[in-house]
């Protein structure tokens, strides 16, 4: 296979040895048998012994534990394997079939492990409490708790049984027909003389387009041909409105959104106070947008001008100079994450080299507190891949912090899983507009970086804002397209102002968001996420150095325990307004900063 040598990341590649010497190693198959050997022990030893009268001993839960974590230890590392060499090469046969073995074979381990987190929901509420706070269970504490979570809202075994069964015709059904009719759909547009039949993604790519009439055509292309569909398409969404309040009704949850609450393991109020923080803040986005619209020579900004490119794409970066400022931006920080990141790259932990058969985008790997992290991304010498490769080494930073942790509670949960890894991309930002000289270029930069801000937080909380329309308005009618276009306008509304043009097919802009119908109320954590990272980073400014011990705890402490719980052993209170609102002082410091640069430009 050719090497493409046009890029400085070529031959940047990682070292797997540490795994497995190969897709044929032997050692692969036999911790597979042994993994299913030792499964069918664990659970002929155990079944029957964790829901027992008065619960099981301190003693025995915690050797039970210890047996499950070794267990999926073992089968995690050779499924991490697989998916390793997989991403890193699609099209050799060796590697797809070994995905597959792997996936039948850790299916069948999973099968045999799970009657053990079924029995300990069983076990009465107060046995469970004398379990989770002894000392001795303290390394499983959290996760112990976040197994019984459910435990007040699962119904009886033949209840649970029939809502499975009948979910495959009904909820799941609806969501296949969304997904299919969506991903069916064609959207004509013209383009350099001809017409062209684009996916909805391929459409989508052209609002990026520096030709207005371009983004102007592919704006109306997409309602227009979404309108065809939104009788069916307020019709599925309707039912699954619907469908989720009888569910959340018989499973007494008290509203909408509070199974994803539970999920994500957050105090519904702190969620309020951070949508109302957004909301209250969105005088920020109307201020850069009335910038934008400057940058572009235009009164006002249309939906579609949202994301037109503005400024001089910045000069190129080679793989040798990313690693420098990342370690640069890391060590300023502390020195302990250069020394952390410089092992990624010297180590070779990471596969930057773009190449044919790899997979696309980017991931880092933390696969259990025993191994060293992994990274794949495709590096092509821009300022993104710079940014790209500052966030995966972020996340590896958490995984190789959190190796104190038992495997069990060693991934973070949800809300703080992009913690380190955007924090990491902030901190290499920074050096990124420093180190750039071309005014026109920093605005590039800056937008782009405002820009991905607001699509977080901003858009994320509108689409949020218009589900909790949408659901208190199913109490009282049907979801028409009418009725769904009104909300979704007020939602926008509190937003844009009246900074940015939605015209009439903006009504329709609920009809095709994937979340809405597969993951309600799923979408504030990303703006929760985002703000988060502002906020911590708006500390470490005000702070300095004293800010660092505390954020390098928070990660050592990976996932073992709630997001307000481990930030507020950093002094951190997620339920206090100010916290948040501290998200909006880094917001606007970046926005004044773009006006400085128009106005430099401009004169
Ligand atoms: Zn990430």
Same mark, same amino acid.
């Given at each position: 296979?050719?090497?493409?040598?046009?890029?400085?990341?070529?031959?940047?590649?990682?070292?797997?040895?540490?795994?497995?010497?190969?897709?044929?190693?032997? +050692? $692969?198959?036999?911790?597979?048998?042994?993994?299913?050997? !030792?499964?069918?022990?664990?659970?002929?030893?155990?079944?029957?012994?964790? %829901? @027992?009268?008065? *619960?099981?001993?301190?003693?025995?839960? +915690?050797?039970?534990?210890?047996?499950?974590?070794?267990?999926?230890?073992?089968?995690?590392?050779?499924?991490?394997?697989?998916?390793?060499?997989?991403?890193?090469?699609?099209?050799?046969?060796?590697? +797809?079939?070994?995905?597959?073995?792997?996936?039948?074979?850790?299916?069948?381990?999973?099968?045999?492990?799970?009657?053990?987190?079924?029995?300990?929901?069983?076990?009465?509420?107060?046995?469970?409490?004398?379990?989770?706070?002894?000392?001795?269970?303290?390394?499983?504490?959290?996760?112990?708790?976040?197994?019984?979570?459910?435990?007040?809202?699962?119904?009886?075994?033949?209840?649970?049984?029939?809502?499975?069964?009948?979910? @495959?015709?009904?909820?799941?059904?609806?969501?296949?027909?969304?997904?299919?009719?969506?991903?069916?759909?064609?959207?004509?547009?013209?383009?350099?003389?001809?017409?062209?039949?684009?996916?909805?993604?391929?459409?989508?790519?052209?609002?990026? %387009?520096?030709?207005?009439? $371009?983004?102007?055509?592919?704006?109306?292309?997409?309602?227009?041909?979404?309108?065809?569909?939104?009788?069916?398409?307020?019709?599925?969404?309707?039912?699954?409105?619907?469908?989720?309040?009888? #569910?959340?009704?018989?499973? /007494?949850?008290?509203?909408?959104?509070?199974?994803? /609450? #539970?999920?994500?393991?957050?105090?519904?109020?702190?969620?309020?106070?951070?949508?109302?923080?957004?909301?209250?803040?969105?005088?920020?986005?109307?201020?850069?947008?009335?910038?934008?619209?400057?940058?572009?020579?235009?009164?006002?900004?249309?939906?579609?001008?949202?994301?037109?490119?503005? *400024?001089?794409?910045?000069?190129?970066?080679?793989?040798?100079?990313?690693?420098?400022?990342?370690?640069?931006?890391?060590?300023?920080? %502390?020195?302990?994450?250069?020394?952390?990141?410089?092992?990624?790259?010297?180590?070779?932990?990471?596969?930057?080299?773009?190449?044919?058969?790899?997979?696309?985008?980017?991931?880092?790997?933390?696969?259990?507190?025993?191994?060293?992290?992994?990274?794949?991304?495709?590096?092509?010498?821009?300022?993104?891949?710079?940014?790209?490769?500052?966030?995966?080494?972020?996340?590896?930073?958490?995984?190789?912090?959190?190796?104190?942790?038992?495997?069990?509670? &060693?991934?973070?949960?949800?809300?703080?899983?992009?913690?380190?890894?955007?924090?990491?991309?902030?901190?290499?930002?920074?050096?990124? @507009?420093?180190? !750039?000289?071309?005014?026109?270029?920093?605005?590039? #930069?800056?937008?782009?970086?405002?820009?991905?801000?607001?699509?977080?937080?901003?858009?994320?909380?509108?689409?949020?804002?218009?589900?909790?329309?949408?659901?208190?308005?199913?109490?009282?009618?049907?979801?028409?397209?009418?009725?769904? *276009?009104?909300?979704?306008?007020?939602?926008?509304? +509190?937003? &844009?102002?009246?900074?940015?043009?939605?015209?009439?097919?903006?009504?329709?802009?609920?009809?095709?968001?994937?979340?809405? $119908?597969?993951?309600?109320?799923?979408?504030?954590?990303?703006?929760?996420?985002?703000?988060?990272?502002?906020?911590?980073?708006?500390?470490?400014? !005000?702070?300095?150095?004293?800010?660092?011990? *505390?954020?390098?705890?928070?990660?050592?402490?990976?996932?073992?325990?709630?997001?307000?719980? #481990?930030?507020?052993?950093?002094?951190?209170?997620?339920?206090?307004?100010?916290?948040?609102?501290?998200?909006?002082?880094? $917001?606007?410091?970046?926005?004044?900063?773009?006006?400085?640069?128009?106005?430099?430009?401009?004169?």
């Amino acid at each position: 296979m050719t090497r493409s040598s046009e890029t400085s990341s070529a031959a940047m590649t990682w070292d797997l040895s540490d795994l497995f010497a190969g897709p044929d190693d032997p +050692r $692969i198959t036999a911790d597979l048998e042994q993994a299913t050997k !030792e499964a069918e022990a664990f659970a002929n030893r155990f079944r029957g012994t964790i %829901d @027992v009268p008065g *619960g099981p001993t301190v003693g025995h839960l +915690r050797s039970v534990l210890q047996a499950f974590e070794e267990l999926i230890e073992r089968v995690e590392r050779v499924d991490a394997y697989a998916h390793l060499i997989f991403t890193a090469d699609t099209t050799k046969p060796a590697h +797809r079939d070994l995905r597959q073995q792997v996936h039948l074979k850790t299916t069948a381990i999973q099968n045999l492990l799970v009657f053990f987190e079924l029995e300990w929901q069983q076990v009465g509420d107060a046995d469970a409490e004398r379990l989770m706070t002894s000392a001795d269970l303290s390394p499983y504490h959290y996760y112990l708790k976040r197994e019984r979570q459910n435990r007040p809202h699962t119904l009886s075994e033949p209840e649970e049984k029939i809502i499975t069964d009948l979910r @495959v015709t009904g909820a799941s059904a609806w969501q296949t027909l969304f997904t299919e009719l969506i991903s069916g759909l064609k959207f004509p547009i013209e383009h350099d003389g001809e017409t062209k039949s684009l996916t909805l993604a391929g459409l989508q790519a052209l609002i990026r %387009d520096p030709d207005r009439s $371009i983004r102007q055509r592919a704006h109306e292309s997409q309602y227009v041909v979404l309108r065809q569909h939104d009788h069916v398409l307020a019709y599925v969404y309707n039912t699954l409105v619907q469908d989720k309040h009888t #569910l959340d009704r018989l499973r /007494h949850f008290p509203n909408a959104m509070a199974s994803r /609450h #539970l999920s994500n393991d957050v105090d519904p109020a702190v969620i309020d106070t951070m949508l109302n923080a957004v909301e209250a803040h969105a005088g920020l986005a109307q201020q850069y947008f009335q910038l934008k619209a400057q940058l572009l020579g235009l009164p006002k900004l249309a939906i579609f001008d949202q994301y037109a490119p503005i *400024g001089k794409e910045a000069s190129t970066c080679d793989y040798a100079t990313a690693q420098r400022y990342i370690l640069d931006s890391f060590g300023a920080f %502390d020195p302990r994450f250069s020394d952390m990141a410089n092992r990624f790259f010297e180590g070779r932990w990471i596969d930057a080299e773009v190449r044919p058969g790899k997979t696309g985008g980017a991931y880092c790997m933390s696969i259990s507190p025993r191994h060293h992290p992994y990274i794949l991304c495709n590096y092509t010498d821009n300022l993104r891949d710079v940014m790209t490769v500052a966030h995966e080494l972020g996340h590896g930073l958490h995984g190789l912090l959190g190796q104190k942790q038992t495997l069990l509670e &060693y991934g973070s949960s949800l809300a703080l899983a992009e913690t380190a890894s955007v924090f990491g991309e902030m901190l290499v930002f920074e050096r990124l @507009v420093e180190a !750039e000289q071309d005014p026109a270029a920093k605005i590039a #930069l800056i937008g782009g970086k405002l820009e991905d801000i607001f699509a977080t937080v901003f858009r994320q909380t509108i689409l949020t804002r218009f589900e909790q329309f949408a659901f208190a308005r199913q109490e009282k009618e049907r979801l028409t397209p009418e009725g769904l *276009g009104d909300d979704w306008i007020a939602a926008n509304r +509190r937003y &844009y102002g009246d900074t940015v043009e939605m015209d009439e097919n903006y009504r329709w802009g609920w009809s095709y968001i994937p979340h809405f $119908i597969n993951s309600p109320f799923y979408c504030y954590a990303y703006s929760f996420g985002e703000l988060l990272v502002l906020s911590l980073y708006r500390m470490y400014q !005000e702070q300095g150095e004293k800010f660092v011990p *505390g954020y390098v705890e928070l990660l050592e402490r990976g996932g073992s325990g709630s997001p307000a719980e #481990l930030l507020s052993a950093i002094g951190v209170d997620i339920s206090e307004p100010e916290f948040w609102a501290k998200a909006f002082v880094e $917001i606007e410091r970046l926005i004044d900063k773009m006006r400085v640069l128009v106005q430099e430009t401009a004169a």
